[in-house]
Each structure stands twice: as structure tokens, then as C-alpha cells.
T-cell receptor
Framework: DAGVTQSPTHLIKTRGQHVTLRCSPI?????VSWYQQVLGQGPQFIFQ???????GRGNFPDRFSARQFPNYSSELNVNALLLGDSALYLC???????????FGQGTRLTVV | QQQVKQSPQSLIVQKGGISIINCAYE??????FPWYQQFPGKGPALLIA?????SEKKEGRFTISFNKSAKQFSLHIMDSQPGDSATYFC????????????FGTGTRLTIIP
């Protein structure tokens, strides 16, 4: 069975640019969450979407946005990239949103 | 404000020994406490989880101990093996229909022969 898949796996962007990260949840999972993991720290919650609606938002600036599509896949968008946005971006999926969450391998974003 | 405090930051254990990682939380609304294992370059993998209505849960060599009154929980890895060398994160979630996990800062575990 395919797990949570994220693309791309690695990305290098220049400060001020925009980036789109993609996530496909496990088949049958309707909830997708996004986390940012800075090197040496635990993941920080960014967003949760369930049935295409935003269920939760973490303490991140408005430069961060996300959406969920009818097939339950999701995109995370970050505008006006800063050097501090360099991190591993993780996507997690679950069946309903308050059940076990399974993470993808992440997208390593480097902002130069 | 760090809502889940994890210790130690790093831990070295001999093969066959017991690895113990501790976490403490402040938010009494937390209702679900998972542990994740993360290898370099990989996403976190769910290891074991507990709800506060039980004081202990065991799955193979992994045990969670939970003390609701002290707002503390811990992971015990019995018969630690070199393959257990990884970073471990405790986490907590309010069970109000959202999936927001609050993670600890992580423990880098190294098992030496």
C-alpha cells in the first residue's frame, strides 16, 4: 500500500520567490495536515484540512496558505520566501482528522 | 510557549539496555499522546500511542507509561538495538476533531554495541 507521498523531495528557491509543495494522502484518508520541521527541532503544525475545509491553523504568517482538492490531495503554498523558511515540510494524513496520523517523507526546502 | 517538554536531548545506551525518554505537558486538554521515530532524511513514523484513561501500553519492546496527575509520560525501549538509533519525538493532541499535534523537541538516541 502506498503511504503518504510528497513532491518534490528537495527544492532550492531564492529569497522572495514562491513555492508550491504537494501531498497525496493514503488512500481512504480524508484529512491532511502540514508541518514545518526546522533542523534539530520537532515538527510545528501549519494547517489541517478535512473534506476540503480548513480545520486548523498554526501560528504561521499569511504568506503560508494551503488547499485540499476533491481527491483529498493537498498543496502548501509559501509566498515571499525568507531564509528562515528553509526546513523540512511534512504532510500527514489520517482517516478523519482525529485518528492516527501518518507522515510522508517530507520536502526539503532550502531558501538561498 | 513550549507545551510539551522532552528530555533528554540526547541519549546513549548500550545494546541490550533500556532506553528511557521522558515528556511533560501543561495543557490539560491534551487527550492523545503518540510517540514518533524519525530516521535522518525521513518523515516521522508512528511508534506507539496512548490515551490518558490507561497508565501503561506495551507493544513489543516499546512501552508508554502515563501519569495523568503529574502530566508526564515516558517511552521505554527494552533490549535496545542498534537499529533503534534514531530521533524520537513525543507529541500530544487535543481531541476536539482537529489533528494538530504538538511535538516535543526530540531525543537523539544512539545504541552502541
Amino acid at each position: 500500500d502506498a503511504g503518504v507521498t510528497q513532491s518534490p523531495t528537495h527544492l532550492i528557491k531564492t529569497r522572495g520567490q514562491h513555492v508550491t509543495l504537494r501531498c497525496s494522502p493514503i488512500s481512504g484518508h480524508k484529512s491532511v495536515s502540514w508541518y514545518q520541521q526546522v533542523l534539530g527541532q520537532g515538527p510545528q503544525f501549519i494547517f489541517q484540512y478535512y473534506e476540503k475545509e480548513e480545520r486548523g491553523r498554526g501560528n504561521f504568517p499569511d504568506r503560508f496558505s494551503a488547499r485540499q482538492f476533491p481527491n483529498y490531495s493537498s498543496e502548501l503554498n509559501v509566498n515571499a520566501l525568507l531564509l528562515g523558511d528553509s526546513a523540512l515540510y511534512l504532510c500527514a494524513s489520517s482517516v478523519t482528522g482525529n485518528t492516527e496520523a501518518f507522515f510522508g517523507q517530507g520536502t526539503r526546502l532550502t531558501v538561498v | 510557549q513550549q507545551q510539551v517538554k522532552q528530555s533528554p536531548q540526547s541519549l546513549i545506551v548500550q545494546k541490550g539496555g533500556i532506553s528511557i525518554i521522558n515528556c511533560a505537558y501543561e495543557n490539560t486538554a491534551f487527550d492523545y499522546f503518540p510517540w514518533y521515530q524519525q530516521f535522518p532524511g525521513k518523515g516521522p513514523a508512528l511508534l506507539i500511542a496512548i490515551r490518558p484513561d490507561v497508565s501503561e501500553k506495551k507493544e513489543g519492546r516499546f512501552t508508554i507509561s502515563f501519569n495523568k496527575s503529574a502530566k508526564q509520560f515516558s517511552l521505554h525501549i527494552m533490549d535496545s538495538q542498534p537499529g533503534d538509533s534514531a530521533t524520537y519525538f513525543c507529541a500530544a493532541r487535543e481531541d476536539f476533531g482537529n489533528e494538530k499535534l504538538t511535538f516535543g523537541t526530540g531525543t537523539r538516541l544512539t545504541i552502541i554495541p
